[in-house]
């Protein structure tokens, strides 16, 4: 069964702190990763993809990286308006196969 | 371009009776998917539609979750009667373009009672 594993569960960090965030998965195939930012009251918001180990992506703060295992979702310098909950999921090779989500990791800048 | 549309935006129920919720995708995207976000958890693909065909609703609870996409477009998901552990976050989703990536709506919040 494919499986995708966040931690933290929730971070809290001081403005300007950088930190990194984790999703390991367990599936037969890998076709994808998603990032995604979730604010509360919101629908989730893409961030990135990641197809291959090696493959790095920058938004502004953030820096995703992906291994075979694991992905890395790394924070530079955060600001309070990065504050939201990061989800990660999976997409595997098998057909049309749907998202695996993450539980997420909550985190919190503080001024 | 506009975003995924969903409608209502809240919705508070008694327990067994039914809801409706709606969501519009994103101009010319092909495949639509409903999940269920619990609190506290990602998302859960209750159905994926591509066009107005269903692709997997292996998950949807089919004794009381119903789904449509009749021209293709815009979709309906229903649940008739509600339990308490329906409670939850309905997102809607669209991809489309030759592009796998999944771009989500506002979400309906429902709470039963």
């Known amino acids: 069964e494919d499986q995708v594993t966040q931690s933290p569960e929730a971070l809290r960090l001081q403005e300007g702190e950088s930190s990194s965030l984790n999703c390991s998965y367990t599936?037969?195939?890998?076709?994808?990763l998603f990032w995604y930012r979730q604010d509360p009251g919101k629908g989730p918001e893409f961030l990135f993809t990641?197809?291959?180990a090696g493959e790095e992506k920058e938004k502004e703060r953030l820096k995703a990286t992906l291994t075979k295992k694991e992905s890395f979702l790394h924070i530079t310098a955060p600001k309070p308006e990065d504050s939201a909950t990061y989800l990660c999921a999976v997409r595997t090779n098998s057909g049309n196969t749907p998202l695996v989500f993450g539980k997420g990791t909550r985190l919190s800048v503080i001024a | 371009e506009a975003g995924v549309a969903q409608s209502p935006r809240y919705k508070i129920i008694e327990k067994r009776q039914s809801v409706a919720f709606w969501c519009n995708p994103i101009?010319?995207?092909?495949?639509l998917y409903w999940y269920q976000q619990i609190l506290g958890q990602g998302p859960k693909l209750l159905i994926q539609f591509q066009n107005n065909g269903v692709v997997d609703d292996s998950q949807l609870p089919k004794d009381r979750f119903s789904a449509e996409r009749l021209k293709g477009v815009d979709s309906t998901l229903k649940i008739q009667p509600a339990k308490l552990e329906d409670s939850a976050v309905y997102l809607c989703?669209?991809?489309?373009?030759?592009?796998?990536?999944?771009?989500f709506g506002p979400g309906t919040r429902l709470l039963v009672l």
């Open positions: 599936v037969s195939g890998l076709r994808g």
């Open positions: 989703a669209s991809s489309g373009g030759g592009r796998e990536t999944q771009y």
């Open positions: 101009s010319g995207h092909a495949t």
């Open positions: 990641l197809y291959s």
